[in-house]
């Protein structure tokens, strides 16, 4: 085996715990996915010369690459405080690493994600990394640019936040149930000015690689041609719970193939993330609901 496959073998050991890092620095599976692809990229490019720890390099790694999109969030104000909805993990998963099991299972809920959105992108990542990975303060200083005192008090400014917000659920669950079902209406029926009425001027429409194949562009924007895209389509779509979420599945026979993911904000649909690849729709948790 060469070292390129021996890399690629030991990123592909540390992906599920990449993941779930990355996840709940961002609170979105796409900029999760696209977070740990850059820390192969840099793995794949510097190689493991002189890398000790493997799995703590490349958590460092993707921490960086965290904070770094956190910051540009900021800094763009691509959306007002509280209005990202981000998208629950609830999720079950397959893997034999019990310890793989362990950091994918113990689902953090939409409550708890919605207020580490509020914090800033250092307090963020250094909760997320000590309080619910164990690595210690000396590890997280490099990562935030502090000392290991000042990255002590990031995290316990961001408890203090975490632990005095009240958890409630999410109150515009029905409401976003009703938005989707709109779309999933006025896309069967044709009804173009009913998708628009639905969509957010600039929503996103983003498929990946599996559904690109089977014809589905890899990226619309923009209302109108989102709204073309889905007009007098979806018949075969159902509602469904997407890791508790409002969406829509494909399944026939009872099984999921493809999964149609909604971020909803201020009451219409922002970004639609079709997913048909066979593994992560695997790692979803989808109940098709009666509709």
């Excluded at 990542?125 to 502090?146: K, N, T």
């Excluded at 006025?186 to 690689?209: E, H, N």
């Amino acid at each position: 085996m060469g070292e390129q496959d021996w890399l690629a073998q030991r990123f592909e050991d540390n992906r599920t715990h990449l993941t779930a890092v990355a996840y709940r620095m961002l609170g979105s599976f796409s900029e999760a996915d696209d977070a740990v692809q850059e820390s192969w990229l840099r793995l794949s490019r510097s190689g493991a010369s002189g890398v000790e720890n493997l799995g703590g390099w490349l958590t460092t790694v993707v921490a960086r690459v965290c904070l770094d999109m956190l910051r540009s969030r900021k800094a763009r104000r691509e959306e007002p405080l509280g209005t990202h909805q981000p998208e629950p993990v609830t999720g079950h998963l397959d893997g034999t690493d019990p310890e793989q099991q362990v950091v994918m299972a113990d689902s953090i809920g939409s409550a708890l994600l919605v207020v580490l959105q509020t914090l800033a992108p250092a307090e963020r990542v250094a909760f997320v990394l000590h309080d619910m990975f164990g690595l210690p303060f000396e590890e997280i200083a490099p990562i935030v640019d502090r000392s290991p005192t000042a990255a002590r008090q990031l995290a316990s400014r961001a408890r203090r936040r975490v632990q005095g917000a009240p958890t409630v659920a999410d109150p515009d669950r029905i409401r976003k149930r009703e938005i989707v079902d709109a779309f999933l209406a006025a896309s069967r029926g044709g009804k173009f000015d009913a998708l628009l009425a639905v969509l957010d001027p600039s929503v996103v429409l983003r498929a990946d690689g599996a559904a690109v194949t089977a014809g589905t562009p890899s990226e619309v924007r923009g209302a109108r041609a989102v709204a073309a895209t889905f007009s007098g389509r979806a018949r075969a779509a159902q509602p469904a719970l997407v890791n508790g979420a409002p969406g829509l599945v494909w399944a026939p026979g009872g099984r999921a193939r493809v999964v149609f993911a909604f971020t909803i904000a201020n009451g219409r649909i922002v970004e639609i993330d079709l997913i048909a690849d066979r593994e992560r729709v695997r790692r979803l948790d989808v109940s098709i609901l009666d509709g």
